[in-house]
């Protein structure tokens, strides 16, 4: 992995490569969606909440090469927290990069926007997922069982969190 990784703002030229990630079924199970999103609907989407002050959404990047797309969702300013999520392109998987990203995502969302909590939902059988998770410091928070429908059956999902201080003691 080189050490030129980085998250950079998502912009419009970026939407193709999110079309790919969205339109990928092995992607899209693991964010509890269809896998079923046009270009027009991604653009429209684009164009309605790039400005939008309760998400931050980046493109994670090796030089010029798209590697994934990190996001911060609902964003609540009072309450100070927020929903991580992530996706790594296929190509680009196994190679050390979902962690780089989280870590780098963690450090903005603390020191950055002084979050107090960031908190994510990831699938009991995404073990790969989960451990990074808790390799770079969230802890389960609670069970939701069967509660997402993914290729017929009904799935566990798990709920993590990192609190500031935790982020911090760790540092």
């Known amino acids: 992995m080189a050490n030129d990784i980085l998250l950079r703002t998502l912009e419009k030229d970026d939407l193709l490569f999110l079309h790919k990630l969205f339109n990928n079924p092995d992607i899209m199970n693991y964010w509890f969606s269809e896998s079923y999103m046009s270009m027009e609907h991604l653009k429209d989407s684009y164009d309605k ?34 929903e991580f999520a992530i996706m790594i392109d296929p190509v680009h998987q196994g190679k050390g990069y979902a962690a780089a990203a989280t870590k780098l995502t963690i450090d903005y969302a603390f020191s950055v926007l002084n ?57």
């Open 115 to 171: 979050l107090h909590k960031l908190y994510l939902i990831v699938a009991r059988a995404n073990e790969k997922a989960k451990h990074i998770y808790e390799k770079v410091g969230f802890q389960v928070e609670g069970v939701m069982n069967e509660h997402f429908f993914i290729n017929g059956e009904y799935h566990d999902a798990v709920t993590m969190c990192m609190f500031q201080r935790d982020y911090w003691r760790l540092s």
């Open 49 to 82: 909440n790039k400005d939008n002050p309760r998400n931050r959404e980046f493109i994670l990047t090796d030089g010029d090469q798209r590697l994934g797309f990190v996001g911060l969702f609902d964003i609540e300013q009072r309450h100070r927290n927020a």
